[in-house]
Nanobody
């Protein structure tokens, strides 16, 4: 099974920026739906942004315009550029991948449908 390793988390002040990375152990980015999830303390895990095998991306309303999901297929790496961070963005961030039914993310509506997960990277927004 493919291994996913996240990095780039940390502590930042409100209004700051971070870029998360997720590197896959195999070249799966063109054949998989890749998605960033986050889970804040006491809250359910939520999908934040996804990107298809062909590069089409979708965001939840609360991050649209502030977060950008992208990928470098040659480096097997997924990114999440986060700007204008607020305390509400504080969470553990996870990347996930799935290709069972193809690389289109609309096929996978729930987090339980993703078979490959990283270990997570913590993002803390605090003054």
């Amino acid at each position: 099974q493919v291994q996913l390793v996240e990095s780039g988390g940390g502590s930042v002040q409100p209004g700051g920026s971070l870029r998360l990375s997720c590197t896959a152990s195999e070249p799966i980015l063109t054949t998989s739906c890749m998605k960033w999830f986050r889970q804040a303390p006491g809250k359910e895990r939520e999908g934040v942004a996804s990107i298809d095998g062909d590069g089409d991306s979708v965001y939840i309303p609360s991050v649209k315009g502030r977060f950008t999901i992208s990928k470098d297929n040659a480096k097997n790496t997924l990114y999440l550029q986060m700007m204008s961070l607020s305390r509400e963005d504080t969470a553990m961030y996870y990347c996930a991948a799935e290709s069972k039914y193809g690389p289109n993310c609309f096929i996978y509506q729930e987090d339980k449908e993703f078979g490959s997960w990283g270990q997570g990277t913590q993002v803390t927004v605090s003054s």
